[in-house]
């Protein structure tokens, strides 16, 4: 798609995602990592007096994934590294000679 006036040409595949919907995503992602978390915690306290080594694997599991939740909710809005360039060069054009410059090349070839 040319722009009239612009040197720059722009992709919408490199385009990023929204900023809601990048918040949104990340929202998901740390709902899902503490209702595991929670869902740890509750196994943990009721295998405690059953199965002790499921149960302290599952508190463990409890305790270290907030940690790993807060480092992936927080991550930035980085591009990917596999996306294409969101940038294409302008077209290059040959330019045009002028008159004289062409009726100098065909004397030079004549003689």
Known sequence: MRKHGG???FRITGARQSLA????????????SMTIRTLSVIAAASLWNVERHVAIV????????????????????????SL?????????RPALEADTERQDRRNDHAA
């Open 7 to 9: 040197t720059e040409v």
């Open 21 to 32: 919907e990048d918040v949104r995503g990340r929202q998901r992602r740390y709902v899902v």
């Open 58 to 81: 599952a508190l463990v599991v409890g305790a270290v994934l907030p940690y790993i939740a807060v480092v992936i909710a927080n991550a930035g809005r980085e591009s990917a590294p």
């Open 84 to 92: 294409p360039s969101s940038f294409l060069p302008p077209p290059e």
